[in-house]
T-cell receptor
Framework: GEDVEQSLFLSVREGDSSVINCTYT??????LYWYKQEPGAGLQLLTY?????DMKQDQRLTVLLNKKDKHLSLRIADTQTGDSAIYFC???????????FGKGTSLLVTP | EPEVTQTPSHQVTQMGQEVILRCVPI?????FYWYRQILGQKVEFLVSFYNNEISEKSEIFDDQFSVERPDGSNFTLKIRSTKLEDSAMYFC????????????FGDGTRLSIL
């Protein structure tokens, strides 16, 4: 099966930028997604990028996509303590219905 | 903003008992999904559902699992005879269309099997 890979932990200081990286496997994915999970909560669709785009910006969030290397990143500018959460990268499966998730990157923002 | 809602938030059940997890997808969405997340592991796809039929299911979704849309708003996951290893967070999701579309998730039901 395919694996979506992410680093497990990231710690940044409040006000700094955070960059969360992901490598995916299915080059036919139409969209690639970032979900946020706060403690005890569900999966919040944070942002997503169409596969024919290189970059998408949405307020403090910037998504970069390198299709050649199958690399996706999420940059959070001016990181706040409220951004502390687990961030999941996801791609569509070969069938298109299921989402394949990475194991999640736990972001800790310290004052 | 419309949300996917799931009930109950926490379900405790004895091993071997049947359990039904309930979801109300976003009202104009047509595709519905169930995922599970065992503690400390990644989110895993169980099943997708469209037009009163299963469109895809994973290896996890064996004969003890079933899904149903009993009315115009609810979408349920039934586990017929629960095992200890069914303990997990179960997430429902929906999307307006099916293939390769963003999916919106509920807050999940934590299922604990004793």
């Amino acid at each position: 099966g395919e694996d979506v890979e992410q680093s497990l932990f990231l710690s940044v200081r409040e006000g700094d930028s955070s960059v969360i990286n992901c490598t995916y496997t299915d080059s036919s994915s139409t969209y690639l997604y970032w979900y946020k999970q706060e403690p005890g909560a569900g999966l919040q669709l944070l942002t997503y990028i169409f596969s024919n785009m290189d970059m998408k910006q949405d307020q403090r969030l910037t998504v970069l996509l390198n299709k050649k290397d199958k690399h996706l990143s999420l940059r959070i500018a001016d990181t706040q303590t409220g951004d502390s959460a687990i961030y999941f990268c996801a791609e569509n499966s070969n069938s298109g219905y299921a989402l394949n998730f990475g194991k999640g990157t736990s972001l800790l923002v310290t004052p | 903003e419309p949300e996917v809602t799931q009930t109950p938030s926490h379900q405790v059940t004895q091993m071997g008992q049947e359990v039904i997890l309930r979801c109300v997808p976003i009202s104009n969405h047509l595709y519905f999904y169930w995922y599970r997340q065992i503690l400390g592991q990644k989110v895993e796809f169980l099943v997708s559902f469209y037009n009163n039929e299963i469109s895809e299911k994973s290896e996890i979704f064996d004969d003890q699992f079933s899904v149903e849309r009993p009315d115009g708003s609810n979408f349920t996951l039934k586990i017929r005879s629960t095992k200890l290893e069914d303990s997990a967070m179960y997430f429902c999701a929906s999307s307006p269309q099916g293939l390769n579309q963003p999916q919106h998730f509920g807050d999940g039901t934590r299922l604990s099997i004793l």
